[in-house]
C-alpha cells in the first residue's frame, strides 16, 4: 500500500506546476486526525491545564485578598489590581502563546508557561509591598497561565476531528472541577499555615509546576516515514525540472506554503544541493511537515465543535470572497515567516501578532459590537468570583447562625460543578449548526447580569446557592460560544484573526473589572452598588449581541454592492 502511494506521488502530473506540486504535498503532507487513540491522554492533559489555571484564576483573588489587604495595609481597590493584571495578563498574553507555540509547539510553551508561573509566585514572597505584587504575582503569574492556557485549547484540535466538540467539552471541565477543587483546597492550606500569605504563593507555584506534567504529555502528531518519503520524492523531482529548465533561482510562491516551505528549509540547511541527496532531501522534509501540521496553523484551530458541524456553519456563515482571498494570502505568508529558521523570535512574534490583530474586522460595527461585548462581560466576569464572598458575611452578620468555612466557600464550589454541566450543553450547541449561537449567548449573558443585579437583595443563604444556575449558564456560553460566534458571522477565515483581536478587548475588560468594583466600593462603603453596576455592564453586554446578525446581514449587502467588479474580455 505504502509502495503504490510513493510511485503515485512521485509522479508530478505537471512538471514544474508549483500549483499542482503543492497539491501533491498536502494530500501527502496532512497528517490524519486520529480522533482518539493517545488523543484521550491529551485530552487528560489538557483537562490538568485547566484544573490548575482557572482553579487558582477563579479563586485565589477570594483567598488571598483580605491577607494582602493586611500585610501591606491596602485597600481592596489596590489589592484587586494585582488580581486583575493576572486575569487580563492571561488574555493578553494570548496572541503571544499562539505566536510562541506555532514557532516552538505547544508541548514547550507550557512547559515555559508553567515555570514562569511559578517563578512570579516564589518571587511574590519577598516582596515588601504592593508594587511587587503587582510584578511578579499579576503580569508575570498571568503571563505564565496564559502560556499554559492557549496550548491547552488548540492542542485538542490536532488529535480530534469529529468528535472534537466531546473532547474539547471533556477537557474545558477541567475548569469547573477546578474552581470546585481549589475554592475549598485554599481554605485548607491557609488554614494550615495559619494564613500566611507568603506560605500561601509557595503553595500556588507548587500547583503551577502540575502544568509541566500537561506540557510532557503534549506529543504532537509526527508525519509516518512513507509520508516523509513521498514528500521528499515530490520536491525532489519538482526541483530536478526547474534545473533542467534553468529556473533553479526562482523561489516558490509565498501562497504556496508546504512548497515555499520545503526551499526555505533546504536553503536553510544548504542550499539546492539539498535536493541531490535523499536522506537530506527527507530530513528536510520531516522538518517542514511537522510544522505545517502544527495545530495553530489550521483555520479552525480555535473551534470547539466538530469538523462536520464547521462545514455547516461555513456553508451559512457571512464570508466575502474578498474575506477568503485575503485570509488564504495572510495566513500562509505568516505561517512561512514564524516558523522560518531565520526569522528571528521576536520578529516571529511581531509577524505573527500583525496577522493575529485584523484591522479590517475593526472597521466593521458587527465586530465592534461583538468586541464591545466581550469587553464589558470581562469586566464583570471574576467579580463574583472575587467578592461574592462579602455578601455571604453581609447576609451571616444579619442571621442568627454562623457559617463555616466550608459553608463560605460552598457558592463558589458549587458554581464550578454547575458550570460543568452548563459546558458539556454548550459543547452541544457548538456541534448543532441550526442553533443562533449569538442568540443564545445574548439570553444566557443577561440572565447571568440579572442575577447579579440582585445579590445585594439576597438575606438567605440558598439564594447563593440559587445564583449559580443562571451565572454559570452564562459564563460557560461566553467562554464557549464566542469562536462559534465568529464562524457564524465571518466564517473561518476570520475565526484566528478575529477570535485573536476579541481576545485583547477581553484582556483589557478583565483589567478594569475587580479594581473598578473595589473603588465603588472604596467610595459607596459596600458591595451593592458594585454589583448593581456590573451586573447592569453584563445585561448590556449581552443586548449588543442580540442584533449581530441583522448588522452582519446589511455589512454583507454593502459589501457586495461596493465590489470591484471585474471585466470579462469579449470574444472575437
Known amino acids: 500500500m505504502g509502495t503504490k502511494k510513493y510511485e503515485i506521488a512521485a509522479q508530478s502530473p505537471k512538471d514544474g506546476d ?10 501527502v503532507g496532512t497528517v490524519q486526525i486520529p480522533d482518539g487513540g493517545y488523543g484521550w491522554v491529551i485530552v487528560a492533559a489538557s483537562f490538568l491545564a485547566n484544573v490548575v489555571v482557572d482553579g487558582v484564576i477563579f479563586t485565589a483573588p477570594a483567598s488571598c485578598t483580605p491577607l494582602l489587604k493586611g500585610a501591606f495595609l491596602s485597600s481592596d481597590s489596590r489589592v484587586s489590581l494585582a488580581h486583575s493584571l493576572m486575569q487580563g495578563g492571561y488574555l493578553l498574553s494570548g496572541p503571544l502563546a499562539s505566536a510562541l507555540s506555532i514557532r516552538y509547539g505547544c508541548r514547550f510553551v507550557t512547559i515555559v508557561g508553567a515555570c514562569v508561573a511559578a517563578f512570579g509566585f516564589v518571587a511574590s514572597t519577598f516582596a515588601d509591598r504592593i508594587e511587587i505584587i503587582y510584578l511578579t504575582y499579576g ?28 473532547a474539547t467539552g471533556l477537557a474545558v471541565c477541567g475548569s469547573g472541577i477546578g474552581t470546585s477543587l481549589f475554592a475549598n483546597l485554599n481554605s485548607l492550606v491557609l488554614q494550615y499555615t ?19 506534567i500537561s506540557g510532557l504529555l503534549y506529543r504532537p502528531l509526527q508525519p509516518t516515514d512513507a509520508q516523509v518519503e513521498q514528500a521528499a520524492a515530490i520536491v525532489e523531482k519538482y526541483e530536478k525540472t526547474k534545473q533542467i529548465e534553468h529556473l533553479e533561482g526562482d523561489k516558490a510562491n509565498p501562497e504556496h506554503p508546504f512548497l515555499a516551505k520545503m526551499e526555505q528549509e ?7 544541493k539539498v535536493w541531490s541527496e535523499h536522506e537530506k532531501a527527507k530530513e528536510v522534509a520531516r522538518e517542514v511537515l511537522q510544522e505545517v501540521n502544527n495545530p495553530l496553523a489550521k483555520s479552525d484551530a480555535f473551534y470547539p465543535g466538530s469538523t462536520s458541524s464547521l462545514n455547516q456553519r461555513e456553508r451559512t456563515a457571512s464570508a466575502s470572497a474578498v474575506d477568503k482571498e485575503a485570509f488564504l494570502r495572510d ?4 505561517q512561512l515567516s514564524i516558523a522560518s529558521p531565520k526569522t528571528g523570535t521576536f520578529t516571529a512574534v511581531k509577524e505573527f501578532l500583525k496577522g493575529m490583530v485584523d484591522m479590517e474586522q475593526m472597521r466593521r460595527p458587527s465586530f465592534l459590537l461583538l468586541a464591545l461585548s466581550g469587553f464589558l462581560t470581562m469586566t464583570c466576569f471574576y467579580v463574583p468570583f472575587a467578592f461574592l464572598g462579602k455578601h455571604v458575611d453581609r447576609v451571616e452578620a444579619h442571621s442568627n447562625e454562623t457559617y ?3 459553608q463560605k466557600d460552598m457558592p463558589i464550589t458549587v458554581l464550578g460543578f454547575v458550570n460543568i454541566g452548563f459546558r458539556i450543553l454548550c459543547g452541544r450547541i457548538s456541534d448543532s449548526p441550526d442553533i443562533d449561537s449569538s442568540l443564545v449567548s445574548a439570553i444566557a449573558l443577561m440572565g447571568a447580569g440579572s442575577i447579579m443585579v440582585a445579590v445585594p437583595l439576597f438575606s438567605h443563604y440558598w439564594n447563593f ?16 460560544l464566542r469562536s462559534v460566534m465568529c464562524v457564524d458571522l465571518w466564517g ?9 483581536t476579541l481576545m485583547l478587548f477581553m484582556g483589557f475588560g478583565a483589567l478594569l473589572g475587580s479594581p473598578c468594583a473595589a473603588i465603588i466600593k472604596d467610595f459607596s462603603g459596600n458591595f451593592d452598588l458594585s454589583f448593581y453596576v456590573m451586573g447592569s455592564l453584563m445585561v448590556l453586554s449581552g443586548l449588543v449581541c442580540v442584533p449581530l446578525k441583522r448588522i452582519r446581514a446589511w455589512e454583507i449587502e454593502r459589501e457586495t454592492r461596493t465590489a470591484p467588479v471585474e471585466l470579462q474580455p469579449l470574444n472575437a
Open 18 to 27: 508549483e500549483e499542482e506540486v503543492e497539491k501533491k504535498l498536502e494530500e
Open 139 to 166: 503580569i508575570i503569574g498571568g503571563v505564565g497561565f496564559g502560556l499554559m492556557y492557549l496550548p491547552a485549547i488548540v492542542v485538542i484540535s490536532q488529535y480530534f476531528s469529529q468528535k472534537r466538540a466531546f
Open 194 to 212: 495559619d494564613n500566611n500569605w507568603r506560605y500561601f504563593f509557595f503553595y500556588l507555584a507548587g500547583c503551577s509546576l502540575i502544568g509541566i
Open 266 to 272: 533546504a536553503e536553510h540547511q544548504g542550499g539546492d
Open 331 to 334: 495566513t500562509r505568508r505568516s
Open 404 to 406: 463555616t468555612v466550608l
Open 465 to 480: 446557592i440559587a445564583f449559580t444556575v443562571p451565572f454559570a449558564f452564562g459564563i460557560a456560553c461566553f467562554a464557549a
Open 492 to 500: 473561518t477565515q476570520k475565526l484566528s484573526s478575529s477570535f485573536g
